[in-house]
């Protein structure tokens, strides 16, 4: 099995990325420090998508529900931040039942569709009950993981390669082959014995509960939770847009996405307002040309070696 | 692998009864029933569109049945979701199954080896060793570690069919078990299914015709449109009168027509040595046809053995692995398919194509836009003398018309493009014989008044015989006769169903 | 009075959504192609007619004439550079198509809003309009640009509904929504079907969105929006399907305008949204289904 040399790069680009603030400044880390938190959700968003076969256009909808499950608790109830977090990821499951159970008999555009629309929705929700809610300018937690940006820093590495690896586990465990069979083909699928929606149902059980922690874990960094953050659009895009620009099917190409778009909306900064031109020009052309993503051109090399 | 027939067939292992299925206003099966016992092959068999494969999707609880039972060991089972059919004990192997891309040949038949839980975090040793043994009964030991996209076709049907043996299902329906297959591999996978007989498992193969599973079948039941025609040995089936006019057409006749002169001109369409592939399946192998300027040639086969992939090959629907298609001396090669049918290769499909939300007449002027409107309308004048019942039907939508109504439809929409060469595929498919005699004596009318020049695609062979000058027959993607239709009686009409 | 208000706004808005919707189901109808970059072709018909109108005081007659033409070149440009290579491709199965090309129309739609958000700032922009001066409709002062929108709209419609039920050429597109194997066993080249429809799309869309910059103004931002209010509106009447995505268009304006007016303007599009998902719930296919 080519299983072992892959491990060995894992763990020494892991170790490599711990070690990154004896080298590089604060601005840096916090910028990589928010860019391994989109990459949780990019990678649970690519658990529905490459494995379930399910495209969700909403993935902030699981997100924000978990950020605001969270930070509410937190502000009015004073809870720990991590009573918080676990009720947030809790809320996210919820959430993610209350849309998946009937939205998951749809098929083809109308399941993103709905998906799509719970965002709106959530937004819109977010920003009739200001008082409450914080509304468009959002509501500041008065918890923080850490002050420090190196700490911060390693809090989001834990975080993401922890979730990156249970994530892992589960897609390629025996249940996650049963999963990617049902969004195969799920006529086959449930012919061969399996409970069709029972496996989807579980994977976006599993993906709500991870975007939800990771948009706790998020709102706990900054300090603040906002529509704009945690909620928008803009957001959902750019979590999809990672995971396809990585590489679907892959979980791990999710994360690398992330940090790519992150990365290259810094380095492409001084361009200013053009820079997200720049990014989504960049994203598309990957698309048009390398519909694999960057993983499947690591694979292709490794393929011709 | 022994094989204890003798207690086990007391019951019948699947007891299907009354099955009945309707999709909208068509009824694609009507009170189906029949029975399998443990250690017994049975053979469903029928044209395109006469229920089989709807049978084989309601017992598997694809489809849901509208009425009827069916019982697996004494249990309905009818109306449940497939997956708890699978689980209850039938399999299905399917004839065009969609692999994993990225996992092996190993890991697809370990999936099938899973029990339905979400709790199965760690892959079993014992399931392993287990999938390797599938795997080396089905003859995949060579390629286990491979992935599906590089395997030839037989192998992946091999997958399919160790998949069915993992799961060890006590009912095994077969979804055209030879389609696409070599000679040599045919008589592997009948190896393997009668395998399957000799443990006890009931086994349903559903087909097109007897010929291809004749020799493994215990007993044969033969539908069409839907409905039950007969049952029996696979030669009682083979000789019953109903079957042999659904596949035939009852008994050959051929008019004797004196023979043309055109033995030294360039043919109107030529076609050498055409192979095509539909992925890894050969759908034609090496096949030449020429059709000299006014002829009409058929090309009998079953359904299955490559009629439609030759048309659409000359039509450019479909691209060729190997071979050339001339028409008039020149290569269609490059061409569009729309630009092939402007210069005068019109084909009517069997799946025909309408409009159906489009009105008769509108369906006939999309035909004829690329001519002046005047002749236009002077085509679809003589169109509706060809077939007077399109006139009376002018204004309703093409999806309401009654199938031979289609079918006239579609022939008459083919038309109104001013064809030097029609190419009808099964226009009699599913049709009632009085349609049949219209739709003849139209053929003729056209033949006499016209310089058309036709190639037919026919299983009916009573009604591909008659008009035509020459006939091909196409088995298993290859030409295998060629010849004047007094001549296929004798020669070819035996070995032909 | 404030029902007629509402009746009389309600209905100028919602004939600007069905010319919005209209082309975005068309080109879903007839070449399968759900184009996510839709509302950033509006805006950038919009912020070129602002541009030749207002800034290079063209006046507004030249300037909604460019106002078209740039979302008939922005829409071929679409089809060209994004759509068809992706539905040419051979890298990229079939099946996953439809998600390829929503992604990138959706990266494409963010490109454009953002080369009009550098080059002219995000704030919104109103185009002059053709008619100004407020007329007295039934007692209610309505600004002539308002019926004008209407009009305007309808004309198109009923121009499309022309094109496609009266001419030779229109039939072909309603053939290839039907049965596109059918067109070319009859000799007709899909490309140059899809070419026409990229077209009248094109100038679809480039109308909307004049005429919205002229009634509510556009800025950049409002992309994502009138994508999604598109999409839900062609959703609602059944997807590819014309005249449902009509009186969609209606009920959405008149819930939207009606929620503005009677309850609170900040939740106009929540009514219509919850109506959306207990739609695609209970009636996956659409009020009308296809046609």
Redesign the interface.
């Given at each position: 099995m080519l299983k072992s040399p892959k491990f060995i790069a894992t763990i020494i680009v892991i170790v490599a990325m711990a070690l990154l603030p004896l080298g590089v400044g604060g601005y840096v880390l916090g910028l990589l420090t928010l860019a391994y938190y989109y990459g949780v959700i990019s990678m649970a968003w690519d658990l529905l998508?490459g494995f379930a076969g399910e495209?969700n256009f909403g993935p902030t909808f699981l997100v924000g529900t978990g950020a605001y499950a969270a930070a509410m608790l937190n502000y009015y109830a004073g809870w720990s931040i991590a009573a918080c977090l676990a009720c947030g990821g809790l809320a996210a499951v919820i959430g993610g039942l209350i849309l998946a159970i009937?939205?998951l008999r749809?098929s083809?555009?109308?399941f993103?569709?709905?998906t799509?629309?719970?965002v709106?929705?959530l937004q819109?929700i977010i920003?009739?009950f200001a008082g409450t809610t914080g509304g468009e300018i959002g509501l500041s937690v008065p918890d923080v993981l850490a002050i420090d940006p190196v700490t911060n820093y390693w809090y989001a590495l834990g975080f993401m390669v922890i979730s990156g690896a249970l994530l892992c586990g589960y897609a390629y465990s025996p249940v996650g082959l049963i999963l990617q069979a049902t969004g195969q083909d799920a006529v086959e699928a449930s012919a061969l014995g399996f409970n069709v929606t029972k496996h989807k149902l579980a994977a976006f059980c599993v993906s709500a509960l991870f975007s939800g922690l990771a948009g706790g874990m998020l709102i706990f960094y900054l300090g603040t939770v906002s529509v704009g953050t945690v909620v928008d659009?803009?957001i959902a895009?750019q979590v999809?847009?990672a995971a396809?620009l990585g590489g679907r099917r892959t979980i791990i190409g999710a994360a690398i996405g992330s940090i790519f778009l992150i990365g290259a909306g810094e380095i492409l900064r001084p361009l200013?307002?053009?820079s997200?031109?720049v990014v989504?020009?960049v994203?598309?052309a990957v698309?048009?040309f390398f519909?694999?993503g960057f993983l499947s051109l690591l694979q292709r090399r490794e393929g011709a070696q | 692998m022994s094989a204890t027939s003798g207690e086990r067939a007391v019951r019948a292992m699947l007891e299907v009864s009354g099955l009945t299925k309707r999709f909208g206003g068509l009824v694609a099966v009507k009170d189906i029933g029949f029975s399998i016992n443990g250690g017994e092959i049975l053979g469903l068999i029928g044209p395109n569109g006469s229920g089989k494969s709807t049978v084989m999707k309601c017992i598997m609880g694809i489809e849901k049945p509208n009425a009827g039972t069916v019982k697996l060991e004494g249990q309905d089972i009818a109306g449940w979701p497939a997956h708890r059919i699978a689980r209850a004990g039938i399999g299905l192997v399917f004839q065009h199954a969609r692999p994993l891309h990225r996992q092996t040949v190993l890991e697809h038949i370990i999936l099938a080896l899973l029990p339905d839980s979400l709790w199965l975090l760690t892959a079993d040793r014992k399931v392993r060793a287990q999938a390797e043994q599938i795997a080396a009964r089905v003859g995949l030991q060579d390629v286990m570690h491979r992935l599906p996209r590089t395997l030839p076709f037989a192998d992946l049907r091999r997958l399919e069919l160790a998949k069915a043996v993992a799961r060890n299902p006590k009912v095994v329906l077969v979804d055209e078990p030879f389609a696409g297959l070599t000679v040599g591999e045919v008589a592997d996978f009948s190896a393997l299914i009668a395998s399957f007989r000799a443990e006890g498992h009931a086994v349903l193969l559903v087909d097109h015709n007897v010929k291809g599973v004749a020799a493994l079948v215990d007993r044969v039941l033969a539908m069409y449109l839907g409905e039950y025609v007969a049952e029996g040995t696979a030669d009682e089936v083979m000789r019953n009168e109903t079957v042999r006019r659904v596949y035939i057409g009852g008994k050959i006749e051929t008019a004797a027509r004196p023979p043309r002169e055109d033995k030294d001109r360039t043919p109107l369409l030529d076609v050498r040595g055409l192979s095509v592939l539909y992925g890894k399946a050969q759908a034609l192998e090496d096949v030449s046809i020429h059709v000299g300027e006014g002829e009409f040639v058929s090309v009998v086969g079953l359904n299955g053995a490559g009629k439609t992939t030759l048309f659409n090959a000359i039509?450019g629907?479909v691209g060729s692995a190997a071979g050339t298609i001339n028409w008039r001396g020149e290569s269609l090669a490059g061409r569009?398919?729309?630009?092939i049918?402007?210069g005068g290769i019109?084909?009517c499909?069997e799946s025909r194509?309408?409009?159906?939300?489009?009105s008769v007449r509108?369906n006939l002027?999309?035909?004829g836009?690329?001519n002046p409107p005047a002749e236009a309308r002077r085509q679809i004048d003589w169109l509706f003398g060809l077939f007077p019942i399109l006139q009376e039907r002018q204004g309703q939508a093409a999806r309401t018309l009654s199938g031979g109504e289609q079918q006239m439809l579609a022939i008459a929409?083919?038309l109104m493009?001013h064809p030097k060469l029609l190419i009808l595929d099964e226009p009699t498919l599913g049709l009632a014989p009085v349609i049949l005699e219209l739709l003849s004596k139209a053929l003729t009318l056209l033949r006499q008044t016209t310089d058309i020049t036709i190639l037919l695609g026919e299983q009916n062979v009573t009604f591909a015989l008659p008009h035509a000058d020459r006939v091909y027959v196409l088995e298993h993607a290859r030409i295998v006769w060629e010849g004047n239709p007094a001549r296929f009686a004798e020669e070819a009409g035996a070995g032909y169903l | 009075m404030i029902g007629l208000q509402i009746l009389i706004d309600g209905f100028a808005i919602s004939s600007l959504y069905a010319l919005g919707a209209i082309g975005f189901t068309l080109i879903f109808g007839v070449s399968g192609v759900?184009n996510l970059s839709h509302g950033g072709l509006m805006v950038i018909a919009a912020v070129v007619a602002w541009l030749v109108a207002g800034t290079y005081g063209m006046g507004p007659y030249i300037g909604a004439l460019a106002g078209v033409v740039a979302g008939l070149i922005a829409a071929f440009i679409t089809y060209f550079v994004?759509v068809r290579?992706?539905q040419n491709?051979r890298?990229?199965r079939e099946v996953?198509k439809?998600?390829?090309i929503?992604?990138?129309t959706?990266?494409?739609g963010?490109?454009l809003q953002?080369?009009v958000?550098?080059f002219f700032t995000d704030t919104p922009k109103t185009v002059p309009p053709l008619l100004s001066g407020v007329v007295n409709l039934l007692g209610v002062r309505t600004p002539s640009n308002e019926i004008v929108t209407a009009v305007i709209s309808w004309l198109a419609i009923g121009l499309l509904w022309l094109l496609v039920n009266r001419t030779?050429r229109g039939?072909?597109l309603?053939?290839a929504s039907?049965?596109p194997?059918?067109?070319?066993?009859?000799?007709?080249?899909?490309s140059s079907v899809y070419l026409l429809v990229w077209a009248i799309y094109g100038v679809l869309a480039g109308l909307a969105g004049v005429l919205l910059g002229a009634f509510l103004g556009v800025s950049s931002n409002s992309a994502?929006l009138l994508t999604?209010s598109a999409?839900?509106i062609v959703?609602l009447g059944g997807?590819g399907s014309v005249s449902g995505s009509l009186i969609a268009a209606y009920v959405v304006g008149y819930l939207e305008t009606i929620t503005a007016y009677l309850i609170s303007p900040?939740?106009r599009?929540?009514p219509a949204?919850?109506l959306?998902?207990l739609v695609?719930?209970l009636r996956?296919q659409g009020l009308l289904g296809r046609?």
């Open positions: 998508f495209v009937p939205a749809l083809g555009p109308y993103g569709l709905v799509l629309v719970a709106l929705i819109n920003v009739l659009l803009t895009v999809i847009i396809v200013g307002q053009l997200t031109f989504s020009a994203a598309l698309i048009l519909p694999g | 039509s629907l569009t398919p729309a630009a049918a402007r019109v084909q499909p194509e309408l409009f159906g939300d489009l509108e002027d999309l035909g836009q690329h929409r083919a493009m | 759900l994004v290579p992706i491709s890298s990229i996953e439809e998600i390829f929503l992604t990138a959706l990266l494409w963010i490109m953002e080369v958000a550098y030779r039939k072909t309603l053939a039907i049965n194997r059918g067109l070319t066993l009859l000799g007709f080249e899909l994502g999604a999409f839900s959703v997807l900040s939740i599009t929540v949204l919850l959306l998902v695609v719930y996956p046609r």
